[in-house]
T-cell receptor, first 115, second 112 residues
Framework: DQQVKQNSPSLSVQEGRISILNCDYT??????FLWYKKYPAEGPTFLIS?????DKNEDGRFTVFLNKSAKHLSLHIVPSQPGDSAVYFC??????????????FGPGTSLSVIP | DTGVSQDPRHKITKRGQNVTFRCDPI?????LYWYRQTLGQGPEFLTY????????KSRLLSDRFSAERPKGSFSTLEIQRTEQGDSAMYLC??????????FGQGTRLTVV
């Protein structure tokens, strides 16, 4: 049972345009969401996060939006750059002293930014 | 450089052999996680520790797998009697409570 879903395995975007990566989750206990970026042969690198008490968090070119009622979040990258080409993982956890404190990852979306 | 160190980076072993991986966490992080990642998949949770206590193990973790975190510092993941299906990237991540997890660069295991 996949608790974090990324239904688009790949995405191609022109340099300078917006990249939108989507993520859906099923577990209502999740209250903290993260995006990670991964290059080949490296471990995932933390990109940005959002708490469930917010609906938007912005960090430079990266913005994450959270729609709790829809159990949906998205990552926007504006403007997209060729160096953004990587696999992006959506992840979720329930913070605090619970058994849900593990971080659950989606299957990833491979983003290609075309120069 | 995230500060999480994994050793070795690559391991090739014959089927049936035992292997052990090590993870050195960021020092102030009390939570340590092991994940496994195969091609085209996201990291799959295996187990995690809070300090030296192993709090949860995934059902993915068969009896051939064991993890330890003595003294709440570094951790080891051992796989006994390796099988070809164990070939994967093994990732270690550490975090403080209520914060993002930082990953090491992983250990790529190939069982031949």
């Amino acid at each position: 049972d996949q608790q974090v879903k990324q239904n688009s395995p790949s995405l191609s975007v022109q340099e300078g345009r917006i990249s939108i990566l989507n993520c859906d989750y099923t577990n209502s206990m999740f209250d903290y969401f993260l995006w990670y970026k991964k290059y080949p042969a490296e471990g995932p690198t933390f990109l940005i996060s959002i708490s469930s008490i917010k609906d938007k968090n912005e960090d430079g070119r990266f913005t994450v939006f959270l729609n709790k009622s829809a159990k949906h979040l998205s990552l926007h990258i504006v403007p997209s750059q060729p160096g953004d080409s990587a696999v992006y993982f959506c992840a979720a956890s329930a913070r605090g002293e619970t058994s849900y404190d593990k971080v659950i990852f989606g299957p990833g979306t491979s983003l290609s930014v075309i120069p | 450089d995230t500060g999480v160190s994994q050793d070795p980076r690559h391991k090739i072993t014959k089927r049936g052999q035992n292997v052990t991986f090590r993870c050195d966490p960021i020092s102030e992080h009390n939570r340590l996680y092991w994940y496994r990642q195969t091609l085209g998949q996201g990291p799959e949770f295996l187990t995690y520790f809070q300090n030296e206590a192993q709090l949860e193990k995934s059902r993915l973790l068969s009896d051939r797998f064991s993890a330890e975190r003595p003294k709440g510092s570094f951790s080891t993941l051992e796989i006994q009697r390796t099988e070809q299906g164990d070939s994967a990237m093994y990732l270690c991540a550490t975090r403080r409570i209520s914060a993002e997890a930082f990953f090491g660069q992983g250990t790529r295991l190939t069982v031949v």
